[in-house]
C-alpha cells in the first residue's frame, strides 16, 4: 500500500504564499515523478507542476514565475511553493506521484486534495 500525505493548504490573501508538501510511503521501488494538479470548481482537473526523480520540472504557464517545485528523493517528498497568489489560483489542489512499486510495475498514486483559496 502506498499513501500520499498532503498538507498546506489554506486561505491567503492576493499576493500572499503558500507551500505545498506532499510525502509518499509505503512500499515504493523508485519515483518515476511526482506533482501537483488542481481543479477548480466547474473546471477541468489541470496540471500545475511536475517533477521527476531526477530533478526535471514542468510548470503550467499560469504559474511559471511564481511557484517553484522541488523534491526530497530521500523522504519521497515533493515541495510546491507558491508565490504572489491570484484569486485565479484558488483550487483543490492533489499530489500525484508516478512510482515503481517494484522494479517492473508502474502506478500512479492520488492525495486527498487540499483545498486553496486566494481571496480578500
Known amino acids: 500500500q502506498v499513501q500520499l500525505v498532503e498538507s498546506g493548504g489554506g486561505l491567503v490573501q492576493p499576493g500572499g504564499s503558500l507551500r505545498l508538501s506532499c510525502a509518499a510511503s509505503g512500499s515504493i521501488f523508485s519515483i518515476n515523478a511526482m506533482g501537483w494538479y488542481r481543479q477548480a470548481p466547474g473546471k477541468q482537473r489541470e496540471l500545475v507542476a511536475r517533477?521527476?526523480?531526477?530533478?526535471?520540472?514542468n510548470y503550467a504557464d499560469s504559474v511559471k514565475g511564481r511557484f517553484i517545485i522541488s523534491r526530497d528523493n530521500a523522504k519521497n517528498t515533493v515541495l510546491l511553493q507558491m508565490n504572489s497568489l491570484k484569486p485565479e489560483d484558488t483550487a483543490v489542489y492533489y499530489c500525484?506521484?508516478?512510482?515503481?512499486?517494484?522494479?517492473?510495475?508502474?502506478?500512479?498514486?492520488w492525495g486527498q486534495g487540499t483545498q486553496v483559496t486566494v481571496s480578500s
Open positions: 500525484n506521484a508516478d512510482l515503481r512499486i517494484t522494479a517492473t510495475t508502474r502506478q500512479t498514486y
Open positions: 517533477i521527476t526523480g531526477g530533478g526535471s520540472t
